[in-house]
Nanobody
Framework: QVQLVESGGGSVQTGDSLRLSCEAS????????MAWFRQAPGKGREGVAY?????????TGFPKGRFTISQDNAKSTLTVYLEMNNLNTEDTGMYYC???????????????????????WGQGTRVTVSA
């Protein structure tokens, strides 16, 4: 059974940094797409950053170069990180990691930007940024 567990959220001040982690387990596929989504209060989930099993990454326009996604797949458990720098109040929300198992990593670059593209989700970790 696929399990995703996020951690690292918290309450910080404008300009601070946070690193979110997502531990993924329960699957054996070598090819996957993983992503971080943010859900601001009263809004839907929007993609923040994406990474595929071959290490290719993408970020959306919203973080404007402040966020970096990375992964550690050398261990038995896959961990995906989201490094968030220079946080501002607009970054406040719940952050979710998501996983899609695919036939090959190149599929991730052909799409997999919407929340509906992912069928495995973590419970989320809350980030609150105050002025």
């Amino acid at each position: 059974q696929v399990q995703l567990v996020e951690s690292g959220g918290g309450s910080v001040q404008t300009g601070d940094s946070l690193r979110l982690s997502c531990e993924a387990s329960g699957f054996r596929s070598d090819a996957y797409c993983m992503a971080w989504f943010r859900q601001a209060p009263g809004k839907g989930r929007e993609g923040v950053a994406y990474i595929s099993s071959d290490g290719q990454t993408r970020t959306t326009g919203f973080p404007k170069g402040r966020f970096t996604i990375s992964q550690d797949n050398a261990k038995s458990t896959l961990t995906v990180y989201l490094e968030m720098n220079n946080l501002n109040t607009e970054d406040t929300g719940m952050y979710y990691c998501a996983l899609a198992l695919v036939p090959a990593a190149r599929y991730c670059r052909a799409g997999y930007e919407r929340s509906t593209d992912y069928n495995h989700w973590g419970q989320g970790t809350r980030v609150t940024v105050s002025a």
